[in-house]
């Protein structure tokens, strides 16, 4: 577990300049954050009704066909982890990897609609190998992915394949970590950007949904533990460290920290990064799914009680923060809280954060629901989380 | 030939000849030494004595790392190591014995190696180095730390235990000798004379690749050494000699593909590849494929790495998961009807929930451990020409037995 150094009084400290300098740079307050709707439906497997399921949902949003008819769309997928990494003897997709089938539903959806070309995208850990060869050790046939529609192509974003240089992506908003980031290319090359996600808590984070699973479009090259000094490294290795620790600068080709006296502390660093990641790379089409998923964290790699569960739900929408708002309430969480209620108890919060730079608001009120009703679909990871913290507590005192 | 021999390098802490009674009821059956006493007493009882530098007939003697995750000494603590992807650095004895029986099929293979100074009086780092001998088919010469051969010539409890624990798996692996003949299963071969340490280091890194190959010295390499691979790679920095190229070429010409280290002159593709990659030049060749290194691969690590990912994990043979630092070794009896998983866990804590994906068409499994050694059955789970199996916690060892 990460022992934190940083006392209280420094880190309020710098959350205190950071609203300063929001204020001076003229930022408008969250009330003014769009607010768009989101689809909500209940989807019990990855079965025959997936892919109605998802239909009716992107019809509730407008249609695909006026977000990417002709378009390039990038979509990036989660892969957390190793591929040989498993929550028991669980497949990785039916706990904490984007499950294939919602990846090829979507992707047969959007070529119906007009899509022109889909590229996939994901960086997986630490390797410079093709997303299909990590998808083959996940015992994943890439395949029934590639085939799901025409025009279907991966690409590992995690270094700069075979571009010559990598993209550079302004933060908007000037960034709270970051001014701009270093991409491959993909996140620049394309018309629309879809975030394919997971629904799950995530230890660093609190939830990872739609907008934490953009944290993975940082190249290991310039980000990771493998990073090279002045220019990126040719082949990625390791986690993003330099993102969450914050115990050295990214390579220095690349735009570095807005504030290095700010707190080397990853329940701080995390949530204002991917808040500039998603700034900087905007979210069209956001797709969290929660047929099967786990509880607990991001993957079989966090040391707390994990459970793989099978809420049978899925959300989408257009506006990231909207849409993991109302997953958070799906969790049972208040999409309102913030650092220190759960599932914010020791970092700040994502959602609030991208709200106060005006992505969009977390305020339910505010955000129109499509299709089933968040009480129907509730599935109580908030629960769940209370009692295996009071069983902890119970079992340290 | 198998051996039946269980060979002890005698401590030297162990100067009274009553001290071959600890090696009653025991499998160790050989020990070497040049305690004379100790040597004419243990002649006496029917045990084999030989020189500790001198391998008996058929036997070829291989001096050994000592097995297990690496550690990076800081003073008083230590810290695993890491392998050029963040993963634990394992040293392991898999490559070398695979190395020595494939140019003497004919001898057994013994390891001697000390073991680390001070083993504490724990017993996993014997397990481990017995293991990762008998994964391929090899023997540790048991030999003590000076510590541990003390307290247990001095009867002490703990000591005698650990003993009990050594003995016992090196019985496991004495009852289990039939595995030693069955054959690997391979997707690659690797042809080449190892003369360099590079080309022995391309050896190491893909036994930790999780891929399974086949060695092939090029002094021994004839059509049937090639037969059922899809691959084959040659690691070495020189082109072989002609007439082995010209056997590779009619390897990858029959539909293999062949992955050279080095760029080999005069070799023409028919027409270029679909197949991309950023070091290698992939051609067609015949019916199958040649990649030649658009620079020489001196990199053993990026040309293991490679080699898999040309060949492609779609045709691996095993696939893990939740296994950690491992080595593995498939094979199969000669009339392929049974086969077998062996498998070596480096961590000193159990591997929980290991599954394990087996390529191939099997009826049934079991599963044996030096701590449970009769084999128990295991669930198994029918893939697209597969098996998936999960295994309950393991130490140090599991054997997967399979029938067809």
Known sequence: MYACQYTRRKWLKAAAATTAWMGSSGFSPAAAAPATTVSVARCPDYGPDLVPTLDRMFDQLGGLGRL?????????????????????????EDTH?????????????????????IRLLESPWSTADSVEEYLLQANWEPRDILNSAPNVEFENTNFLANAKKYSRLNVPHGGLMFPAFDLNHSYADCD???SLAKMKEHATAGVTLSMKNCFGMTPATIYGTGAGIDEPSILPKGGRTIVHAGNRQPSKSAPGELHPESPRVDYYRVPRTIVDLVSARPIDLAVVEAVRTMTGGEGPWVREKLTRVEPGVIVAGTNCVNVDAVCMSVMGFDPMADRGAP???????????????????????????????????????AGLRRQRRAAKKETAG | MISDRTPLLWPEAW?????????????????????????ARAAESGLQVIEPHVPPPGVSILEGAIAGIKLDRFGSSAAVSAGPTGEPWVNSNVWPVRLARARKPE????????????????????SVMIADSALTGAKWMIALDDPLARAIGEGKPAALATWKKITSTAAYFAYRSHLNGYEPEAVIGIVSDFATSSEHEVLNLVTRSGQQYRVIPQERLTPMSLAGLRAVLAPALEPPPAPVQARLLEFATAGGLLINAAPWADVHGSAPS?????????????????????????????????????????????RFWNAGAISAYYSSSPDRQRAAVQMVFYSNRPAEDVALRIAGNYRTATISTPDAPAPARLQTEQQDGAIEVHLPAVAQYAAIELEA
């Open chain 1, 68 to 92: 990417v008819a002709g378009k390039t769309v990038a979509a990036k997928i989660n892969l957390t982890g190793a591929p040989s990494y498993r929550l028991g003897y669980y497949p990785c």
């Open chain 1, 97 to 117: 990897y984007t499950h294939p089938k919602v990846i090829g539903a979507v992707c047969y959806l959007m070529a119906r609609a007009g899509a022109r070309r």
């Open chain 1, 192 to 194: 629309v950007f879809v």
């Open chain 1, 343 to 381: 599932p914010f108890e020791v970092c700040d919060s994502t959602l609030r954060l991208a709200e106060d730079v005006g992505l969009g608001t977390r305020d339910l009120k505010r955000i129109e629901i499509a299709g089933a009703r968040i009480e129907d679909v509730r599935f109580d990871f």
């Open chain 2, 15 to 39: 100067k009274a000849p009553t001290t071959l009674d600890l090696l009653n009821g025991t499998v160790i059956n050989c020990i070497a030494t040049t305690n004379k006493a100790v040597a």
């Open chain 2, 107 to 126: 001898n057994t293979v013994w390891i001697r190696t000390q073991p680390p100074a001070n083993t504490g009086g724990a017993a996993f780092p014997y």
């Open chain 2, 274 to 318: 679909k197949e991309t990659h950023p070091r290698f030049t992939v051609v067609a060749l015949g019916q199958g494929m040649i990649a030649q290194p658009k620079q020489p691969m001196r990199d053993p690590y990026v040309l293991a790495n490679d080699a898999a990912i040309l060949v492609s994990h779609r045709h691996d043979l095993l």
